[in-house]
């Protein structure tokens, strides 16, 4: 069983930043596939940026140039750095964590954290 337990969200100006993070539980975070999605009312869960084990990254198209996902083997952690953010960027924001185990494959969710980009 990994928890996950995000934080960092809140209220936010367009243009202004945020960083979110994201503490795992568990002795084997280096080989998880760690991401964050959100989801916005009304809307279905969206990912937004993932890390692979190997530090493959890859990017919503809407999120390319303003959103940074890295993470903290050491300390199991992932964070989303996000810069620029827009009011269409408003969402719960949830923190994933992947990974397989004897053929089967293992999916953990956290609690989300709430980002409101608004003036």
């Known amino acids: 069983q990994v928890q996950l337990v995000e934080s960092g969200g809140g209220l936010v100006q367009p243009g202004g930043s945020l960083r979110l993070s994201c503490a795992a539980s568990?002795?084997?975070?280096?080989?998880?596939?760690m991401g964050w999605y959100r989801q916005a009312p009304g809307k279905q869960r969206e990912s937004v940026a993932v890390?692979?084990?190997?530090?493959?990254?890859n990017y919503a198209d809407s999120v390319k140039g303003r959103f940074t996902i890295s993470r903290d083997n050491a300390k199991n952690l992932v964070y989303l750095q996000m810069n620029s953010l827009k009011p269409e960027d408003t969402a719960v924001y949830y923190c994933?964590?992947?990974?397989?185990?004897?053929?089967?494959?293992?999916?953990?969710w956290g609690q989300g954290t709430q980002v409101t980009v608004s003036s």
């Open positions: 994933n964590a992947k990974y397989s185990f004897l053929e089967r494959e293992y999916n953990y």
């Open positions: 890390i692979t084990s190997s530090r493959r990254i």
């Open positions: 568990g002795s084997a975070f280096s080989t998880y596939t």
